[in-house]
């Protein structure tokens, strides 16, 4: 119901509702009402993000949130899908996001959807009796940003959790019937390419046994105030050409192993837009990759200036 680029960790400006700072959304939820439960990411830490850090997390007062959706109600009528942010909704106690939920499915009878980002570490906070709680009362979506399945890796860029936490982190959405999308972040490893197919392989192993529905695939963009873009500017961290990112993407599909796994590669920071079921269209995306790393072909990429977060 608000602006902003069509894009996972899209930024919206809002001038119709109260929000403090910027807000993100994924590009799925550009036609939902974006309802702000906490201010900020609880964990914060990540060395590639810079979305929340400029906002100090706290949640905000349910009051405060069941006003918002009054404001919703007299300004929309009625709604269909409802994102929760900012960076980690699920960080909030039980019994407030239930109440949240309910307050929401009784102001919003056309309501089908509410979906909203979720941490590792607040989501292994939930007992799996929560989790089937939250379901059950309408959050039917939940983003994780799973980064990549490799242990060395998930340290180095500061994720806060183990590859088995990650693991365990998604499994237990997708077991409380939670519709999954799992993100991960191409380039990482910058210009090694031994690392980079290391890492590839890594994360297909971990969304293969995670299972989510969806496999959401971004690419790595330094970003001014965070630790990768300062590694990037003392010569620490080479970003990798878009052919390696190719490879890397293509490492990936070769070795995952899933069935009716959505593929969505059409973020606005890869410079090779693919979509798909794997593994139905595996042999399709696997090929039109490697039409593009045949000859090198630029034209067929988007430009650096036509990438975007």
Known sequence: MIGGSDNFGSKDRVTTMRYEGQIFRPFSEANSYILQCTIGCSHNGCSFCGMYKDKRYRVRSLEEICRDIEMAKDHYGDLEKVFLCDGDAIAMESDQLLEILRRLYATFPS????????????????????L????????????????????????????????????????????????????????LAGNDKAVQERIAIATAEICSRMKPRYLAALTVTPVPGTRLYAEMEKGRFVPPDAFATLEEMKTLFEHIDADNMKFVGVHASNYLPINGTLRKDKARMVALIDSVLENRDLSRLRTETMRAL
């Open 111 to 130: 309501l089908r959807h509410v979906g909203a980002y979720v941490g590792p570490q607040s989501t292994l906070g939930k007992s799996m009796t929560e």
């Open 132 to 187: 089937c709680a939250l379901r059950a009362a309408g959050l039917t979506k939940a983003y994780l940003g799973v980064e990549t399945g490799d242990e060395e890796m998930l340290k180095q860029i500061n994720k806060g959790v183990t590859g088995e936490e990650m693991l365990a982190a998604g499994t237990n959405l997708v077991n409380a019937g939670i519709n999954l999308s799992a993100m991960v972040l191409l380039g």
